[in-house]
């Protein structure tokens, strides 16, 4: 546990006197900022619509109206940017080789990988937090229900917890961060695709399947304001496995 | 302190080392000489638990390599060829980072690193990023880094390289006052370096130990294959059937220079002519500019000391393509 926090301490200063933590924050709440105005915008001229055709406003949901395009437009961005984040995670350290370092200290494995996951996450934690000026904007001008907000909150965190394990597992399959970062864009992506894959086989057995593994589909009922056990297992469960395979494909790196 | 048995290890089809087997004493400074590819970096690895071990077995500290490697990373400091160093994070910060991960108790840390930073003259640069450090001082941060929990155990890969003589010199210091509280294992390809700083040296050439020695036996050894360049300004047409003649003097090979004829006189082993030599020159007149023995570059100890052992195994060996690693 000690351990953990040291390396997680070290990652995070790493990250943080190098402007990639900077950039990478600075284009997520860029771009998230710019579409929520965008939509925000939307809505409002499509309320004043509705002002004027019926002669009087109705009682919109800003929720559906707001934040749900918003939180899958925060899916989206995070699939692109968290990337940047943990390419650098394992495979810097194997080209500079103070893997080296790492692992003649006497720190378990494991520790450098959780380490390295949690300084991700922080970050992201961090990403991710700083985008509660919408809600906040929303609560103070208008109305909307904090529950389903919180629950669409975590699971983007979740989400984007996926997403690092998969980064974190791609940067150890190289030396070279830009390889890892195309990695682990393409499998999150997979992940992502295979839920349109199953709309063209929809009723078939195959299809079902390939809409439970369709990581949209369970990220889905979070947004719409519900916590599913099986959401749950399914997110946790790939989160674990990224970190688990993480931690064999080091240990037999030592091997080759 | 520690124990070295049969160790190999395999890449595939290559053999990078073989059968080695050495012991260091508490306490002492052990030299692993060896030309590019000879094996050393992979024998270090193998005894930090970084590379496991084809097979073989080895103990340092009184710990197995392979049953307890956490007790053993806990009691070795280890430099590696290239120091493992952040360029991001100032020299404070990683070795504080470092003082952590070797599990040194936060009230002890401060002091730890104090300790280090004077010990390694790194005091001044303290403050200032990695990344923007001379190599030399990146060179200190990285022994800094393998001393900062003051192991029992220190293992240095090629300390010395990338430095300037100067700093080569502080270096060998640094480390010479490491021996007597730690046990060092040093690797080198520069013979003067292993016998100045260390007080055995193993030679290990293309994955074998050729011969474990002191300097002492092992510079006796080299001077009896000294070769002698003698320089003469007037030598005769028979000066090189008169050297000939000299008690010792095995063969005798000439070439012209610019001031006069160069001797290279190889002579027999465990015999110094070099008095003679000169004598012979002033009393028969041949003008003696240079009289110089030719020391042997590592090149030539390999040669020699793998010729020696091949003469009972293979035959032939080119002793001379060890293989940048
Ligand atoms: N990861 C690896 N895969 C395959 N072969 C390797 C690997 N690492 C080292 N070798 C080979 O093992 C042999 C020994 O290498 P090693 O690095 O131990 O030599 P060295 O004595 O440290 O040389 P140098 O003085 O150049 O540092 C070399 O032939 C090298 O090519
Ligand atoms: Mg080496």
Redesign the pocket.
Known sequence: MKSTLAIMGKELRVLFNSPMAYVVTAIFILISGYLFYSIVLFASSQSMQILRVQGALPQINLNDLIFRPTFHNMAVILMLTLPLITMRLLAEEKKIKTIELLMTSPVPLLAIVMGKYLAAMAVFTLMLGLTAYMPLLMWYYGSIQWMPILTGYLGIWLLGGVFIAVGLLASSLTENQIIASFISFGAVLILWLIGWISQGVADTSLGSFLTYLSIGEHTENFIRGMIDTEDLVYLATLIIVGIFITHRVLESQRW? | MINVQNLTKR??D?T??EDVTFNVQKGEILGFL??????????MRILTCFLPATSGTASVAGYDIFEQPQDVKKHIGYLP?SPPLYTELTVTEYLRFISRIKGIERKDRTEALTRVLERCALTDVRHRLIGNLSRGYRQRVGLAQALIHNPEVLIL??PTTGLDPKQIIEMRQVIKELAGQHTVIL?T?ILPEATAVCQRVVI?HK?RIVAVDTPDTLSAQLRQSEKIRLTLRTPSPETAEALKTVPGVVSIFQEPSTDGQVFMVECELGRDIRTELAAQAVRRGWGLLELTAVKLSLEDVFLQLTQEESKQEEPKEDALNG???
């Open positions: 080759k | 890449y595939g290559l990078a080392i060896g030309p590019n590819g000879a094996g050393k970096t992979t024998t060829e890969d090629e690797s390809h290990i994955g293989e940048p690693g």
